[in-house]
């Protein structure tokens, strides 16, 4: 039996970043093989296309091995779906879905692919979850996977001097974007107890004293 686990390219951003993190800790912890994914327009492929490019993806994987799917490809619902269904076709292959992001929760737009996202998930025997939060709202949504694990903190493979001790501070560092709905919070900061470091330029909006822009960091 072999573990396999998918790992998106061609795409760039924080999706891909973290897939790859997380491929590399699997591969280099778990002996994991790779199924590499390329982000492409999955609508310019026919049937047959789509088909014989998944049965290349899969290639290496046998009956009963075990494939880690990172959630979701950035390919589309329509691409996961067939991805599972070729997969599907081994006999007693085990399914663990790692899911990063559900794109209906993302952006307001995409919530109507909620049931279509569930009924991929339900495919999985084993989902692991960012928050115990997510697995309430999912199985109130339908979900029916009888096993899930939380994945409370996730590594990221840096070199970290252990013998460094930190002083406390009653500050928060937020890695993401300032502008814009989707992290309006860092907009609305009010806070004088707690600093905000936010690794981003300074906005081009009014803000609170208590906000420090620390500017691009790698990783």
Known sequence: MQIHITKIYNIGGTAAQSQHMVAEIAKSVLKCTELGIHHYPVESDSSEMLRARQDGILAAVKWYDVVIFQSPSWNGVHFDRALM????????VKKVFFIHDVVPLMFENNRYLLGKYIE??????????????MADFLYKEGLNVHQYVVQRMWDCPLSV???????????IQFAGQTDGCKFSFVQRWKYESV??????????????????FLGWFQD
């Open 195 to 212: 600093r905000l470091a936010v690794t981003a330029s300074e906005g081009d909006w009014e803000h609170g004293e208590n906000i420090e």
């Open 161 to 171: 001097n252990t013998s460094v001790i930190p002083r406390f501070n009653k500050l």
């Open 85 to 92: 269904e070729r997969l599907n076709v081994n006999r007693g």
């Open 120 to 133: 991929l998930y339900n495919q999985a025997d084993l989902l692991i979850l960012p928050s115990q939060n």
